[in-house]
């Protein structure tokens, strides 16, 4: 790997911008007692902090999440209908119903319910008899439902989630990430606007019985909308939140917590932080030269590199030399270079926080050398190449 920087970003020598540095990251720039934890820019996708976020937790009950992007999906295809009927089992009334203690909608054994409430049941009310509804529905059993949605969650980027019943209760091989949560939650609010609502809605009633959101974000007045909550033995209690503040919006994903209280209260300083902490700024325009990258036995030692397109980033508006930014590639990069070849990308860091990547391009053709060029460059990868 070759670590290559032309200039400084332009305009920020002020901020004590470090580049180049092959030093440690620096500490975060928010501490939290959770575990787990991945939190971006909804827009972007930029990640603006993350904790652990890699390691494997039991979803719990926000493995909901994904039974409702099957669903989602499902609609957004055609394939189902809000005035859809499914009847209510007896299986999915003791499994997920009253007589199982756990998060329900209190259906009815045997009665019919349409999809749209089935949906408002889980969406809001975290109904385990509600998914267990849909997934036979739509299935003819959980287990299938459930290898649906691992399915899905591979044609949508996520690795690691699989799911063995649709409503997170503790099962063996069920697993998943903060990190995959956030993305989960961020792919629902930009595929499915029209559906996305339900999170963001403050109560629910069926059979008579209203029930408040399970989501304690939504009555802290921060701009709240989504998504999930959820708790076990081996992780603790979790949640994945949104926050729409001033025109950015940032989703994260939390875990390891001790009580719901804890949860609600780091889950608001978390993302009140994200929204009110960060600034996007361009740092290079479309078609500038962001760096240079050396080429071996070519016309010219070193190439110069773009991005497609203009490069932004988000900056902390307090603690900015914890920025760090550094050009990445494999090389020297072997002559001939052809115009718009890719060659590596541009990391920003914040803090020890992996904020972005934006690859990069060759700005211009490079010939190969002539024969004294590439006998010089042999030496010198003869001389310090082992130094990489």
Known sequence: MSFRLLQPFAGLLALCLLVL??????????ETKATQVFMIDAETGTVLFSKDADKPIPPASMAKLMTMEVVFNAIKSGRLKFDDTFVVS????????????????????????????????????????????IAEGMAGSEDNFAAQMTERARQIGLKVSTF???????????????????????????????????YGQKDFTWNKISQRNRNPLLAMDIGADG???????????????????NGTRVIAAMSGLTSD?????????????????FEKTEIFAKDEVVGEAQVFGGAKSGVML????????????????KLTARIVYTGPVAAPVEEGQPVGALRVWIGDTLSQETPLFAAESIGVGTLPQRALDAVKELAIGWLR
Not at 171 to 198: C, I, K, M, N, S
Not at 266 to 272: F, T
Not at 308 to 314: A, L, T
């Open 90 to 133: 007896e299986n999915a009334w003791r499994k997920g119903g009253a007589p199982s203690g756990t998060s329900t909608m209190f259906a009815k054994l045997k009665s019919s319910i349409r999809l749209e409430d089935l949906i408002q049941g889980v969406t809001v009310q975290a109904a385990n008899d509600g998914c267990i509804v």
């Open 306 to 321: 773009k991005a497609k397109g203009p490069i932004e980033i988000f900056l902390p508006i307090t603690n900015r030399d």
């Open 261 to 277: 209280k804890e949860r609600a209260e780091e889950a608001r300083k978390l993302l009140d932080w994200g929204v009110r902490s």
């Open 227 to 245: 998504l999930a909550v959820g708790a076990s033995e081996s992780s603790g209690f979790g949640i994945v939140g949104s926050v729409s503040h």
């Open 164 to 198: 063995v019943n649709s409503t997170g209760l503790p099962a063996d091989g069920q697993q998943t990430t903060v990190r995959e949560l956030a993305q989960l939650a961020l792919h629902l609010w930009r595929d499915y606007p029209d559906f996305y609502r339900y």
């Open 21 to 30: 540095s092959l030093a440690p990251a620096h500490a975060q720039l928010f």
